[in-house]
């Protein structure tokens, strides 16, 4: 069946350092991919998004390159800041099935 | 555009009376998912449905627990006779179908007491 698996938890980063959330999926077919983020107390927002292989999502200064070589999916910014202090679920859709990973808690310290 | 609506936030029950949660899509979804997240923990898939039909429930507990989204008005997910372990945050998600993302509202906060 579908599946993804993110890095676990949590994660500790000091303000402008470089982010890393690795992600990977299982899949029948050809998923669509996407990084949501949840805020505290907040449902979860959709960050980017990407929908075939090679294709390159990104915002807020957050990237993911859809990798079908390595059905990779991983989160990177290059400076973190304080308000990106989030739970962040990589998730994938195939067909009429919406699965998500089990979220990264990422802290950023000032 | 109103985003996805859920009422009530917060919602307050004792042991062995119902709740009932209730989610609007956005203008234009006819699919509803419904998720629940415990304290610290990821999202439980419970159910997926699309106007007037139940496409996935195998998340859904087999006993006390059901979804409609009918024809017209929102989506309910009704848990009877809650018990403490019912405590959690639901969400309501809507999208268009099929390989695309969908669109979470800010949940419903049940305590049951």
């Known amino acids: 069946g579908n599946s993804v698996t993110q890095m676990e938890g949590p994660v500790t980063l000091s303000e402008e350092a470089f982010l890393t959330i690795n992600c990977t999926y299982t899949?029948?077919?050809?998923?669509?991919l996407f990084w949501y983020v949840q805020y505290p107390g907040e449902g979860l927002q959709l960050l980017l998004k990407?929908?075939?292989?090679?294709d390159k999502g990104s915002n807020k200064g957050f990237e993911a390159t859809y990798r079908k070589e390595t059905t990779s999916f991983h989160l990177e910014k290059g400076s973190v800041q304080v308000s990106d202090s989030a739970v962040y679920f990589c998730?994938?859709?195939?067909?009429?099935?919406?699965?998500f990973g089990q979220g990264t808690r990422l802290t950023i310290n000032p | 555009n109103a985003g996805v609506m859920q009422n009530p936030r917060h919602l307050v029950r004792r042991r062995g009376q119902e709740a009932r949660l209730r989610c609007s899509p956005m203008?234009?979804?006819?699919?509803v998912y419904w998720y629940r997240q415990l304290p610290e923990e990821g999202l439980k898939f419970m159910v997926y449905?699309?106007?007037?039909?139940?496409?996935?429930e195998s998340g859904m507990p087999k006993e006390r627990f059901s979804a409609e989204f009918p024809k017209e008005g929102p989506s309910i997910l009704r848990i009877q006779q809650v018990v403490r372990g019912d405590s959690a945050a639901y969400f309501c998600?809507?999208?268009?179908?099929?390989?695309?993302?969908?669109?979470f509202g800010q949940g419903t906060r049940l305590t049951v007491v």
């Open positions: 998600a809507s999208g268009t179908g099929l390989n695309t993302e969908a669109f």
């Open positions: 899949a029948t077919g050809y998923p669509s």
């Open positions: 990407a929908t075939k292989a090679d």
């Open positions: 998730a994938l859709s195939w067909g009429q099935k919406l699965v």
């Open positions: 203008k234009g979804h006819s699919h």
């Open positions: 449905l699309q106007k007037e039909n139940i496409i996935d």
